[in-house]
């Protein structure tokens, strides 16, 4: 993971991700309508491509509820992760939909990146293009090597507005 502290200039951390996203040869992110069409032209500048996800926050909560539970995941041993994922609230929506958010006035940069970043190598997606996400034949994940370029891999990368224990 990888996160910085305010203040920061916006447009300088995009070309730090943008760097570190080369090293490991992935020109796509996935990430939520957050500052509107901004991300999106920020990455294209640097010949990222910024998708928007298919599910908001709440959504990808409720989608890593079960995967964690079962053990399929191993979480990143990030104490504000853990205090995010701990903080997080479920409450039954007005549509009869369950809703999961952080509490006011607290965060949740690290538990959406990682609930994002779950779903995308556990989802439907990834078993329908094997190539996308790095999901082999025998449904194994494999790790690439950045410093080799032939190398297959998968990345993820995310933004936040905290700093975190580990890179």
């Known amino acids: 993971m ?3 502290v305010p203040p920061f200039n916006p447009t ?3 070309a730090e991700a943008a760097e570190l996203l080369e090293a490991y040869h ?3 992110v ?4 957050y500052a509107g069409e901004w991300p999106r032209q920020a990455f294209r500048a640097h010949n990222v491509e910024y998708e928007i996800s298919e599910l908001d926050r709440s959504r990808l909560y409720l989608e890593l509820l079960p ?3 079962a053990g399929t995941v191993e979480l990143p041993n990030d104490t504000k992760l ?3 994922l701990r903080g997080l609230e479920r409450r039954r929506g007005t549509a009869g939909r369950d809703r999961v958010d952080h509490r006011p006035g607290s965060h949740d940069d690290r538990a959406n990146a990682v609930a994002r970043v779950v779903y995308v190598t556990s989802s439907k997606n990834s078993y329908d293009n094997p190539q996308r996400h790095g999901r082999q034949a025998n449904g194994s994940w494999y ?4 410093s080799n370029p032939a190398t297959p891999h998968f990345c993820a990368a995310w933004l936040s507005n905290e700093p975190c224990n580990a890179e």
Do not use: I, S
């Open 2 to 4: 990888r996160a910085w």
């Open 12 to 14: 300088g951390v995009v």
């Open 26 to 28: 992935c020109n796509e």
């Open 30 to 33: 996935t990430g939520d309508r």
């Open 67 to 69: 995967v964690a539970n």
């Open 82 to 84: 853990l205090a995010e």
């Open 143 to 146: 790790r690439g090597d950045p």
